[in-house]
Structure formats: C-alpha cells, structure tokens
C-alpha cells in the first residue's frame, strides 16, 4: 500500500468526522481492495455515527468486500433503515463462504436480525446454503421463520435450485437420526408440501402412521395437498382416508381439509361408507358428498339414510350427492312413497307412521327433502309413477295432510295435465257440496299454472264468488284486478256463455248478480258492458220491487240499456 493510500487510510482515525467521512467516501471511490483498506473500513462500522457508517457501507459494498459479516451483521438491528438497508445489501454480496459466519450470528441475535439473516441466505440458491440453513430446524424457535422464507423463496427458484432444495429435504426426511427429531421431521415435511409433484405422494404417506408423533403425523397429512391435487391414485387417497377417523378430531379434520376439493375415486366405496357412519362431523359430511360419486347401490342406501339423520352437516351433504347422482328417480321415488303418511282411517290429516324424521336449517322434513330432490328429475318419472304420484296427492288434500303442497309441486312439473285434472275433479267436489273457498282456493293454482279451462274458469269464478263475504266494491278498477271477476272478463273475451250460465244458478244471491252486473256496465268494452246489462235486467226481473232490482233498473237507465 503506497504512502498516498495509507494517509487516506489514517484518516479514518482522525478525531474530526468531517475527514473520517471524506476519506471513507474518497476509498469507495478509489475501489482499493487492500487487505488493510477494507479492514479500516470496516473497523468503522462500529462507530456509532450514521454518516460514516454509511459512507463507510456504500464503500465496502462498490468493492464488493468479502467476510463482512462479523462487522456488519449487528447493524441489520440499526433503527436508522438506510443503513440497515446497506448491511443488508453488503451481506447479501458475500456468497457462500461467509455462510458459515452468518449462521453463526443466528445462534445469539435478537429475533429480528436472525429473520434478516435468514432472508439473505435463502437467496443463495445452492445445496451447501440449503443445508445449513435445514440445520436449524431443530431448535423450535428458528423453524417457523426458515420454513415460511424458505417457502417464500421457492417462487423465485428455477426448476434446477427447486429440485436441488427437494433432494435435500428428501434425504434428511429419509434419514433415521433425524427422523428421531420430531420437530425437525414435522418442519421437512412441512416444506416438502410446497412442491407440487405427484412424486412425493409415495414418500410423504408413510409419516402418517399412527407410530409417528401427532405433529408429525399432521405435518405429513398437511403436506399431502398440493402433491395429490397434481396426480393421485385410489390407494393413495384410501391410505390417506385411513386417518379421517383418528381418535385425535385434529388429525380428523386436517384428513378432510387436505382432500378437500380434490376427486375421491368412486372405487372405494367400502372405506368411503365406513367413514359415513364415522365419530367425527366433519368426516361424516366428506364421506357422504363422496358417496355421490358411486354407482353402487349401498352408496345409494346410505345416502338416502343419512338424508334422515339428526346430523346437519352430513344430512345436507347427503342432499347435495343425491342431486348430482345419475339414474335414482326410481329410488327416490320409492323412498317418497314409503315416507308419506298413512291415513288413519276416520280421520283427516291422521299421520300413521309419519315420517317427519330430522328437519333440516329451514324446518323441512325428510319427505320435503325427498319431494324437493325429485323435482329436479319429474320429467324422469315413468307413466306409472306419475298415477302413482296423482293418487298419492289426492289422498293428501283429502286427509287435509302437510304433505299435499309438496306432492302437488311434484305432480305439476312431471304431469301438468294430471295436475290441472287432479285439483279440477277436486275442486269440482267441494263446489259440489258448497265448499266454495276450498274449491276456488284449488282452482287458483291450476289458474297459476295456465292450465285453467273455460268450464273450469267458470266453477272457479263462481266458487270465489260464493265464498267471498264483501261484495260492495262496484268500481272499474274492482272489475280489472278483482281476483273472482278477471275470470268473468276472460270468459266474456271467449264468448263464453257466461251470462246465461249465472242466470240459471240457483245459489247466487242479488247481491251477487247486482255486485258483477254492476261493475261490468261500467266497463267501455261493449261485450263486457252487454254481460252486466243482462245481468243487472235478470235482478230486475227477479226481484223488481227490491231495493236491489230498483237500483239495477236504475243503473240500466243511466247505462243505456234499458
């Protein structure tokens, strides 16, 4: 080191900072690499001036200065973050050889430089950092902050560092002496759930087993996702299955959620049907949404079980395979029947072993879950089910039982003729025997349902009209949006032979032919003004001195119809 260079060198110990800084800052630029220059430097650092120490930084750092770490590790703590920035920037252009010194500093620094220390050594992507970096996952503290960076910096690896970090954690996973560690085992297996390659399946099931400790056993099973979600066979699924019932309701539940979202094969039915009737919830409701896979009929049987169980969660993932199986209309349909009240003879709405079984969140039955899951298939009832079902709903509005509004929704979307005659015959009943707002209530839902005929519409209009208590309502506005006279207005519109039907009826009353006679003479449309005329001359002729056939003749006059 020539004279020039050692009196630049000297005055980093000069008393005033201003030279110390001058000549920190004229060495970087000089980029003298000497052996005595960057130990000056780097003597420096330990100076508790910001300044210097970040001249003294950006020095080092454009000479790239080699076996910093001793020197510049404490700063990584700084409270001032631009020279934290600068420890950290020097730090991270030692290579490998200071590796050893900065695993070293993690042994006694605080927490927060330990993280900083590890941050850096990850990014050197090589199997000797990876090693010495595996080596701390012994102590429990240092683990989580290794595995979790480590993770991190797996998204910045190219394929050949990824692979290199996974031969490592393959070796030390099969390595008996550390196996015996099972905090440093559940922190390999751990890491190894970060790679998403079917090749790890074979070599992470084994620690699963019942001989391993439980933070192993969960390490494992946790790891297992990623790995299955890219290829999986049968046995490997069932031989993570074989867990879903673990005493331990953690191991359980950590079963569930690794096979969560993947597809369980439906060859293993036998284990898959063990589980539905298993200890655990959540193991339950697996086992029953992947029974919805399965072509064999146990499967089937054991669905529709657990669609009656007091269990919420497995009985909703019952409904929920049901609903995607193929080819059960037939089943389910045997099922609805067997759970439909008996009628118990003398009496209506009797419910003979009724199955009302566990209601589900909205209080419906099994038969509701059972009705509402054969709607979506109605149109694959066969000619005799559907009579079946027709008959079935008929003895349900008998018996006046709960079950009636259920089979009539069924009995709509698979035979709509069946349905419109079922309540029409019905309706047809209880008009018979003077049952109006029953008759008219029925015949309002075949109207919904657009399958309402005009001799029907006529029963329905004159039922409303007979069960109806208030009839004072002779406004237009009653006659366009009353829900009795809209069927007077479309039969009028069909030229229906409405007017001479209702004058041959013997249970209408005055009030009845005056309440419609009125309201349609007020209508602007010619056919429908005429039918209230008639209607309103008949009430004259019946009943000339009343006040009602005087206000009717009345009406005619003012009308123009007389």
Known sequence: ??????????????????????????????????PPVITALANTLTEENDVLRSYALDALIGMRAKKMAPYVSSLLDSTNPE??????????????????????????APAARRRKIVELLAKQHNK???????????????GDPVVNILRHEMLEMNATDENALRDV?????????????????????RLLGNFRQSRLVNALLPFTKTKYPAEVRLAALVALNKPLSVKHTSKQIEAVLAHADDPNPTIARTVVSTLRGLAIPA??????????????????SLAVKALGSSSDPKALKALLGHLETGDPNARDA????????????????????????????????????????????????????????????ADELKPAQRKKLAESAVQALESEASSAEGLLRLLRKADPKRYSQVLTDRALAHRRGRRFGQAFSLLSKVDQAGLLEDDARYTCGLSGLCA???????????????????????????????????????????????????????????????????????????????????????????????
């Not at 080191?1 to 001058?22: F, Q």
């Not at 996973?173 to 297996?189: F, H, M, P």
């Open 1 to 34: 080191m020539d004279k020039t260079l050692k009196g630049i060198v000297d005055l980093l110990s000069d008393e005033r900072v201003e030279r110390r800084c001058a000549a920190a800052m004229l060495l970087g630029d000089l980029k003298a690499k000497e």
């Open 83 to 108: 020279i934290r920035q600068k420890a950290q920037t020097l730090l991270g252009n030692q290579g490998s050889r200071s590796a050893t010194a900065m695993i070293r500093e993690l042994q006694d």
């Open 128 to 142: 000797e950092t990876f090693e010495r970096l595996l080596d701390t996952l012994v102590d429990r503290e240092m």
């Open 169 to 189: 954690l393959l070796a030390r996973v099969k390595d008996k002496t550390r196996q015996e560690s099972a905090v440093e085992l559940s922190q390999l297996l």
């Open 267 to 284: 060859d293993i039915t036998a284990r898959l049907l063990q589980l539905a009737d298993g200890q655990h919830v959540e193991t339950r």
């Open 318 to 377: 019952a409904g929920r395979s049901l609903n995607k199986m193929e080819g059960i209309a037939g089943p389910l349909f045997k099922a609805m029947l067997q759970a439909l009240p008996q009628k118990k003879s003398g009496t209506k709405g009797g419910a003979k072993g009724s199955v009302q079984r566990a209601s589900g969140s909205g209080g419906d039955t099994y038969l509701e879950r059972l009705l509402r899951l054969l709607s979506s298939r």
């Open 468 to 562: 109806s208590d208030e009839k004072k309502s002779y406004g237009r506005a009653s006659r366009t949006t009353d829900p009795v006279l809209k069927h007077w207005v479309a039969l009028v519109q069909n030229g229906y032979p409405l007017a001479a039907k209702l004058k041959r009826e013997r249970i209408l009353s005055p009030e009845d032919y005056f309440f419609v006679g009125f309201n349609f003479s007020e209508s602007h449309d010619e056919d429908e003004k005429e039918f209230g005329g008639e209607l309103l001359a008949h009430l004259v002729k019946k009943s000339p001195r009343s006040k009602l056939g005087r206000s009717a003749k009345n009406k005619l006059r003012l009308g123009g119809l007389l």
